[in-house]
């Protein structure tokens, strides 16, 4: 399974993302590899994808993809990314 953490410029936000999102995944006992990139290298690193990670203000520039986006409010907020990683997830 792969996951990628979006953010809209670098890697910072998403680092970030990408780690919590690890925390999520080892609470719900699932693995899966998870990619940090930004808005232009999300086409390249997550067209295999099956979730994509990211805020509200990014959605419409993802473009086209087969994954399941799930918005983020709050990067730093393990609780939020593990309930909403179990409902992407089932």
């Known amino acids: 399974m792969k996951i990628v953490a979006l953010c809209g410029v670098g890697i910072g936000t998403s680092a970030i993302l990408k780690v919590n999102a690890e925390r999520a ?52 907020d393990v609780d939020e990314l593990t309930a909403k990683l179990e409902t992407a997830l089932g």
């Open 25 to 76: 995944l080892a609470r719900l006992d699932i693995e899966a590899e998870v990619t940090a990139t930004d808005v232009a290298g999300v086409a390249s690193v997550g067209f295999d994808a099956q979730v994509i990670l990211t805020s509200s203000e990014l959605v419409d520039a993802i473009g086209k993809t087969n994954a399941d986006i799930v918005v983020i409010d709050n990067y730093f």
